[in-house]
């Protein structure tokens, strides 16, 4: 620890007596200055053990007196020598009393202790501070190494916490907790994904200090830094302490950035491995040779082949930009704090999910299109606020299937995709296509366009008031051309019913014992229903 004023007064060769200010002894001195100056305070930065002998001072007017002390404890100072026997043979009461009145350390400097051996002394005692701290703080280094290689970032973060006599915790890209020493400061580090994904939107390397009593770690000071080289942090690092870190407290934090970026930076030359081994076990699934799939894929992404998976396939909204990565960091994100396996590969704008069926990297993705349909914060184990990157995006979803199946999971997932965007949805799962109904699917302008053209005549002919044909026909087909009840539903005779329908041909030129125009009838009247 830097030396203090209580420090100097145990210093046998110094022999220096306090003579107010007891109580404050235990504040740290940054320098030692000589200065006769009447107002030296322009020169002090703070911290300091200002020594004087009053050669220009009028120590014995307590006015004067009051007003000097006033303004070097207002400075910073954290004490005042004063050498006896120079210019006083003793210290002016002026200047004790005003020493007392204002709470600032006092000391007696004998005749025989030159100031040059206090200031020796601080120098020399700040030299051993600052040497134990660069020797803790390469010694620090070394363990931390070595937990890194031993234990991964796990172990890494339990030597930082002893460090810092406090606690660490790891975020990954999507502001989520991924790792926290000791095990209770998991729940304190997750109250700050907001300051991490603030963090995040700042180019890296980039840091943020949150502290105080309004702190959300329940008042300790948090150091957040991003971890990684990248424009976009690929992770972050939370150091909670009590108090400031100390020179050692710091070259051990430094360190651990430092190491966490080499782990995060290997980690992502293997990530962009894995995807490229991802592509190709993908191109296989999809040209029917799951065998061969099954052989590349190997331990990586044998797991996700040997149970039923989804295909989920997501672009742009609107087309022509990059793929949706928030999307993607979503769905890695939560199969990495689940433990399973997730191929993740980019087709140009289009991005291709192969997740496990009832995953969790299918549940961030349903949860987190969920959240952005209904206007929500995205859900924590979506991504975080990664969605808060500002992508749009639309995603279909296909039925559950397996490796031979996956050209036709493919197939179903693009259709889905398809409906997503027509229908302005950020995602849509196939089998609820196929399990609802087909008359959302008519709400397209093409599809209404072409009902208008088709029923314009009849509905120009019912504008005359020279009957009711558009309702005649909607009657009569929910009855599936059964006169007696059709008739009676518009509570009119079947001959008049019979009447109409004739009309209805003759004004649209096609018979309505046709299957074909009877469907494109019902089709544009369900069409046009709104």
Known sequence: MPPTLASLVHHSALKLTVRAGQDRLDAPVRWAHASELADPVPYMEGGELLLITALKLDAEDPEAMRRYVK????????????????????????????????????????????????????????????YR???????????????????GPEGLLDVLAAQVDGWAALYDASGAVVAAAPEWAGRRAARLTADV????????????????????????????????????????????????????????????VALLTLTT???????????????????????????????????????????????????????????????????????ARAGEAVLVVTQGERLVVLAADGGAAVAACTEYAAALEAGR???EAAGGAAGGDGDAWAAGLSAPSGP???????????????????????CVEHERLAAGSVLPLLADDAVRAFADGLLRALRDHDATGRGD???????????????????????????????RMRRVEEILGRSLDDPDVRMELWLALKATAS
């Open 404 to 426: 031979i199946g996956a050209s036709a999971a493919y197939t179903q997932a693009e259709q889905a995709l398809s409906v997503a965007r027509r229908r302005g949805r950020v």
């Open 265 to 335: 930076e290997r980690s992502r030359s293997l990530h962009a491995a894995e995807q490229r081994i991802g592509a190709a076990v993908l191109g296989m699934l999809l040209a029917g040779e799951p065998d061969h799939a099954r052989t590349v894929a190997g331990d990586l992404y044998g797991a996700l082949l040997d149970a039923p998976f989804r295909m989920i396939l997501a672009e742009p909204v609107p087309a022509g930009g990059e793929p949706p990565a928030s999307l993607a960091e979503a769905v890695e994100s939560a199969a």
């Open 71 to 130: 303004r070097l404890a207002g400075a910073g100072v954290v004490g005042l020598g004063f050498a006896v026997g120079v210019h006083y043979e003793d210290i002016p009461a002026a200047l004790l009393h005003a020493a007392e009145a204002e709470g600032l350390p006092l000391l007696e400097v004998p005749r025989r202790t030159p100031f040059l051996a206090i200031s020796k002394a601080v120098s020399a005692a700040i030299a051993a501070d600052q």
């Open 197 to 256: 994904t603030r963090l995040r939107e700042r180019p890296a390397p980039a840091s943020a200090v949150v502290g105080g009593a309004d702190s959300p770690a329940d008042g300790d000071r948090v150091e957040l830094h991003s971890i990684g080289t990248s424009r976009k942090a690929r992770a972050a690092l939370a150091v909670g302490t009590a108090a400031a870190l100390g020179t050692a407290e710091r070259y051990a934090l430094h360190s651990a």
């Open 133 to 151: 701290a660069v020797t803790a703080g390469f010694a620090a280094q070394r363990e931390l190494t070595r937990k890194a290689l031993a234990d």
């Open 469 to 499: 044909l558009v309702a005649s026909l909607r009657a009569w087909l929910s009855r599936h051309g059964q006169w007696d009840a059709a008739a009676a539903d518009l509570g009119v005779h079947r001959h008049t019913l019979r009447y």
């Open 377 to 379: 914060p995205v859900p």
